[in-house]
């Protein structure tokens, strides 16, 4: 059956009990501010909030406010501001919901000062953030990248359109307690976003408030690309049809540092876990799931396989994927109570076989040098100070050197994007087209590797070893043998 209703506040009453939203648009007066209105935020923070106040009660609407592009709010308002979250790869099916938390809309670069006023009302009490960690504009080393653009933002001569420049600007005319939650994959995102704020004010002439808290967050859920095949499934599944609808697994993780002086919903009762120290779970996820995710990728990518869900069926992938979380990852660390490594990476495996989220192995290996420091290269560090040799770690990370070689193991060429491409692409070109000129070569690499690595002969040992078998047998036949 052909869907023809489109959605909005008169198609509310035609929709399933269980396809309605929690919260109606205008329902709820705002309280929450959020800047960066991509998918992730609507399947994730705002479902959480919508999910609080309808338990709960508060005013904590949500101003959603997209930086730049002004596509998705003109489409949520030709929509009265509702949109659905599609969730794929669960129990029974397809299943959407629409999301009504959103109060308001606000557009950076269309109006600056508008968001500028929003932010500095009292009213709003959270200003959170998901924006990617560009938009920060921090180098490595957590300074401001200061140039003579962001300068006349943050004195005042230029419109504030940066992250930065909304932040501090707004921090110098408020006056009520406001909590500045950053809720992107940034390790430590509260104190390195508080470091920024407090840069940017020095800048602007002025100093932190005392009234303003930068609590850590650890967020977690897959929400690929919406496709057209998506949309079709939305309006199906929503009995509607939504221009901008997002999609979701059904797992879904949120672990909040609860310091917040002007108050906030009680995400709680939406299932968030309320914590004094987000490091514990932080550290979970980066080595117990993004680890394994990239695993999946690179030697998934050089088997030839275009997706996680399928390089995770390769002869041999989960056996060595749960070694490798057994022997390397768990003993690097103390889990956060009532948690196991075993079950937490159980549960991730399970995530990534979900064949509906379309992950590919190549968007998963983007800008591995980012990356693996976080996900891999700590617990490798771990566990050699330890005396041990991580065999299953090692071989991760000679997946990942293969993979930047540059060619999978039917010849076929893989893309790096990176940002350090262009290094690597010289150090390889310029090294024997051998394991150990691969290996010496990449660990020459001091943007990436630490000097007890890039020096640390067992690991080289390891890493040469590695790299020989992936050679010789391929991902595929590798992977087979060593998960028998």
């Given at each position: 059956m052909t869907v023809t209703t489109t959605l909005g506040l008169a198609a509310l009453n035609g929709l399933a009990p269980e396809c309605r939203p929690a919260v109606r648009p205008g329902d709820v007066r705002p309280g929450i501010l959020h800047l960066g209105l991509g998918a992730f935020h609507r399947a994730h923070q705002a479902v959480y909030t919508e999910t609080a106040v309808a338990a709960a009660g508060g005013d904590w609407g949500i101003v959603g406010v997209a930086p730049r592009s002004r596509d998705v709010v003109d489409k949520l308002r030709a929509q009265d501001r509702l949109y659905s979250v599609l969730t794929v790869g669960g129990e029974g099916g397809d299943h959407a919901r629409a999301v009504g938390i959103l109060s308001d809309l606000g557009h950076v670069a269309g109006d600056p000062y508008g968001v500028l006023a929003a932010i500095a009302d009292p009213g709003i009490r959270v200003v959170s953030l998901t924006v990617t960690e560009k938009a920060y504009r921090m180098g490595p080393d957590g300074k401001l990248l200061l140039d003579d653009d962001l300068r006349a933002q943050l004195t005042g001569s230029a419109a504030p359109t940066s992250i930065p420049a909304l932040l501090a600007r707004a921090l110098l005319v408020r006056e009520a307690p406001l909590t500045v939650l950053c809720c992107d994959n940034l390790q430590g995102n509260g104190p390195r976003i508080q470091g920024m704020v407090t840069q940017a004010l020095e800048v602007a002439g002025a100093s932190l408030p005392e009234h303003v808290a930068f609590p850590a967050t650890m967020v977690d859920r897959i929400v690929p690309a919406t496709s057209?095949?998506?949309?079709?499934?939305?309006?199906?599944?929503?009995?509607?049809?939504?221009?901008?609808?997002?999609?979701?697994?059904?797992?879904?993780?949120?672990?909040?540092?609860?310091?917040?002086?002007?108050?906030?919903?009680?995400?709680?009762?939406?299932?968030?876990?309320?914590?004094?120290?987000?490091?514990?779970?932080?550290?979970?996820?980066?080595?117990?799931?993004?680890?394994?995710?990239?695993?999946?990728?690179?030697?998934?990518?050089?088997?030839?396989?275009?997706?996680?869900?399928?390089?995770?069926?390769?002869?041999?992938?989960?056996?060595?994927?749960?070694?490798?979380?057994?022997?390397?990852?768990?003993?690097?660390?103390?889990?956060?109570?009532?948690?196991?490594?075993?079950?937490?990476?159980?549960?991730?495996?399970?995530?990534?076989?979900?064949?509906?989220?379309?992950?590919?192995?190549?968007?998963?290996?983007?800008?591995?040098?980012?990356?693996?420091?976080?996900?891999?290269?700590?617990?490798?560090?771990?566990?050699?100070?330890?005396?041990?040799?991580?065999?299953?770690?090692?071989?991760?990370?000679?997946?990942?050197?293969?993979?930047?070689?540059?060619?999978?193991?039917?010849?076929?060429?893989?893309?790096?994007?990176?940002?350090?491409?262009?290094?690597?692409?010289?150090?390889?070109?310029?090294?024997?087209?051998?394991?150990?000129?691969?290996?010496?070569?990449?660990?020459?690499?001091?943007?990436?590797?630490?000097?007890?690595?890039?020096?640390?002969?067992?690991?080289?040992?390891?890493?040469?070893?590695?790299?020989?078998e992936l050679a010789r047998h391929g991902a595929a036949g590798t992977i087979a043998a060593v998960g028998r």
């Open positions: 057209a095949d998506h949309l079709r499934r939305a309006a199906a599944a929503l009995g509607a049809v939504d221009s901008v609808p997002v999609v979701a697994e059904p797992f879904h993780q949120w672990v909040i540092e609860d310091r917040f002086p002007g108050g906030r919903p009680d995400w709680a009762a939406a299932g968030a876990i309320m914590t004094t120290d987000v490091a514990p779970w932080e550290k979970l996820k980066l080595r117990a799931l993004n680890s394994v995710h990239s695993a999946c990728a690179y030697l998934g990518a050089l088997a030839g396989r275009e997706m996680i869900a399928e390089a995770l069926e390769l002869p041999g992938m989960v056996a060595f994927l749960r070694r490798f979380l057994a022997d390397d990852i768990a003993p690097t660390f103390e889990p956060p109570a009532g948690v196991t490594v075993r079950d937490y990476g159980e549960t991730a495996l399970e995530r990534f076989a979900n064949p509906d989220l379309g992950h590919r192995t190549i968007q998963v290996a983007m800008d591995g040098t980012q990356k693996l420091p976080h996900r891999l290269l700590g617990t490798i560090a771990d566990r050699r100070r330890a005396g041990d040799v991580p065999v299953w770690a090692a071989l991760v990370l000679a997946g990942w050197m293969r993979f930047a070689r540059g060619q999978a193991d039917d010849g076929s060429v893989l893309p790096l994007d990176d940002p350090l491409a262009g290094r690597i692409r010289e150090v390889v070109a310029g090294a024997p087209d051998t394991p150990e000129g691969l290996v010496d070569a990449l660990l020459g690499l001091s943007e990436v590797f630490p000097p007890e690595l890039a020096s640390d002969a067992e690991l080289r040992k390891e890493l040469i070893r590695w790299s020989g």
